[in-house]
T-cell receptor, first 111, second 113 residues
Framework: KNQVEQSPQSLIILEGKNCTLQCNYTVSPFSNLRWYKQDTGRGPVSLTIMTFSENTKSNGRYTATLDADTKQSSLHITASQLSDSASYICGSTSGTYKYIFGTGTRLKVLA | DTGVSQDPRHKITKRGQNVTFRCDPISEHNRLYWYRQTLGQGPEFLTYFQNEAQLEKSRLLSDRFSAERPKGSFSTLEIQRTEQGDSAMYLC???????????FGQGTRLTVV
């Protein structure tokens, strides 16, 4: 069964600290994996995309990693800011290129 | 604004009523997706179009749901005889082709009372 699981479910950190979010996927055939940021009441916005051959990709303070062997991805946020408070959703494409999403990690950054 | 546009942003309806949502994708995007998202969950796939052709429908899309994309441009999602369980955020996304990034709209939040 194609599935995407994320952990932790929620996370609270202090401003300026780093954090890492996890995503495990069992999607086959695998095409790519995206991390999205979703503010409350808004649509998801793509942060980064990882394909099978990519191990690491950065987008500013966001760094995503992908281990295709273990089918795991992580999103590392460096020097967190208050504006990073949001839900972070991991999505992976199956054969027809529609995305299957995890339930997300709700991040709260405190001043 | 050249992003994906959804209308309305919010809809409150009484149980049993029909509702219709509209999605205007980014111009020239061939693919259009509909997702449903409930509180605390990730988006769940409902259906997608390649131009005007509806290529796949999820089992979540019961007989009360119908989606169209006439002329391969905007799309509508209709829910007939709404139930309280239909309350959710309905998200539309579009992409240039099957491998390109999908851009999401802001969603239509449906509340069935």
């Amino acid at each position: 069964k194609n599935q995407v699981e994320q952990s932790p479910q929620s996370l609270i950190i202090l401003e300026g600290k780093n954090c890492t979010l996890q995503c495990n996927y069992t999607v086959s055939p695998f095409s790519n994996l995206r991390w999205y940021k979703q503010d409350t009441g808004r649509g998801p916005v793509s942060l980064t995309i990882m394909t099978f051959s990519e191990n690491t990709k950065s987008n500013g303070r966001y760094t995503a990693t992908l281990d295709a062997d273990t089918k795991q991805s992580s999103l590392h946020i460096t020097a967190s800011q208050l504006s990073d408070s949001a839900s972070y959703i991991c999505g992976s494409t199956s054969g027809t290129y529609k995305y299957i999403f995890g339930t997300g990690t709700r991040l709260k950054v405190l001043a | 604004d050249t992003g994906v546009s959804q209308d309305p942003r919010h809809k409150i309806t009484k149980r049993g009523q029909n509702v219709t949502f509209r999605c205007d994708p980014i111009s020239e995007h061939n693919r259009l997706y509909w997702y449903r998202q409930t509180l605390g969950q990730g988006p769940e796939f409902l259906t997608y179009f390649q131009n005007e052709a509806q290529l796949e429908k999820s089992r979540l899309l019961s007989d009360r749901f119908s989606a169209e994309r006439p002329k391969g441009s905007f799309s509508t999602l209709e829910i007939q005889r709404t139930e309280q369980g239909d309350s959710a955020m309905y998200l539309c996304a579009s992409s240039l082709d099957s491998r390109a990034e999908a851009f999401f709209g802001q969603g239509t939040r449906l509340t069935v009372v």
